[in-house]
């Protein structure tokens, strides 16, 4: 009897409980598909920049992703060639947190947490303490996204998000292998 009475209680709240809207919908399916479209082997040409926005070296690597939970998390792995490093990546959305996020780490074991809404090209991580004594963030943006590439740029501030300068600006092309 208490069992049925529970059921009844919950079956009841079920129509009271949050139902996300046609916008959150259409934000979720966004973020799905950056997940799909990053799925497979990217060639990758990095421009570390300096302050002023010009280039100060330009590297070859690949990124590779694959699923790990269809629809929700891709694990992957970047390689710099001409730097030999090699980082571990976990890209994924949480419809709870209404977030899209990206994780890194490299051989340094430095974790980096980039977050961003559902739907959105941007990425944030934490605030971070500079080499300074400050504080730092960086800012990671998707644009020119086509089928089989895509890029990105980093920027980073170091005055609260009141200035962004230049980091690296990063091409990927889909991989034919």
Known sequence: MRSKLILAIVLCLGGLMPSYGEETAE?????????????????????LLNPDGTVSESLE???????????????????????????????YVSERKNTIEMLSVGADGNLWIMTGPLGGEERRTQVFKTQGGGSGQLKFTRYNVLQDSFESKMEYTEDGGMSWLPGNHQVFRRSSQ
């Open 61 to 91: 690597g690949t990124y590779e992703f694959a699923w790990v939970v269809p629809d929700r998390v891709v694990s992957g792995k970047s390689l710099v060639q001409g730097k030999n490093q090699v980082s571990a990546l976990l890209f």
């Open 27 to 47: 934000t979720m399916k966004h973020s799905v598909e950056q997940l799909r479209s990053s799925v497979g082997l990217w060639n990758v040409t990095t421009e």
